[in-house]
């Protein structure tokens, strides 16, 4: 499967963007989906992930009640809703898919997931 991650940009603190990845060359409802992060000189982080039947979505701490994820089977597209953004969300952010089974794949590490998209950058001003 190939991942396509869009939606990044400039904005304030306390402002919101919506990241897609839309993915390509798969069967979609075959992978859990993923969205990690990396700033500067840090290594990937974890931030949200759903389960492929989308009953179930997981986040980081930091972004719980602010950022939603979510996916549309109909266009083969992940969703990451990011709002009161903050100067500490700057990254590059990914989108990640796995299609480990459920009781394989730890959704919050990176060797979970075997494809991988190319970063979008998120930049908020304080």
């Known amino acids: 499967v190939q991942l396509q991650a869009s939606g990044g940009g400039l904005v304030q603190a306390g402002g919101s963007l919506r990241l897609s990845c839309a993915a390509s060359g798969g069967t979609f409802n075959s992978y859990h989906m993923g969205w990690f992060r990396q700033a500067p000189g840090k290594e990937r982080e974890f931030v949200a992930a759903i389960r492929r039947s989308g009953g179930y979505t997981y986040y980081a701490d930091s972004v719980k009640g602010r950022f939603t994820i979510s996916r549309d089977s109909a266009v083969n597209t992940v969703y990451l809703q990011m709002n009161s953004l903050k100067p500490e969300d700057t990254a590059a952010y990914y989108c990640?898919?796995?299609?480990?089974?459920?009781?394989?794949?730890?959704?919050?590490?990176?060797?979970?997931?075997?494809?991988w998209g190319q970063g979008t950058q998120v930049t908020v001003s304080s």
């Open positions: 990640a898919a796995s299609n480990r089974n459920s009781g394989s794949w730890y959704y919050s590490a990176t060797l979970s997931y075997a494809y």
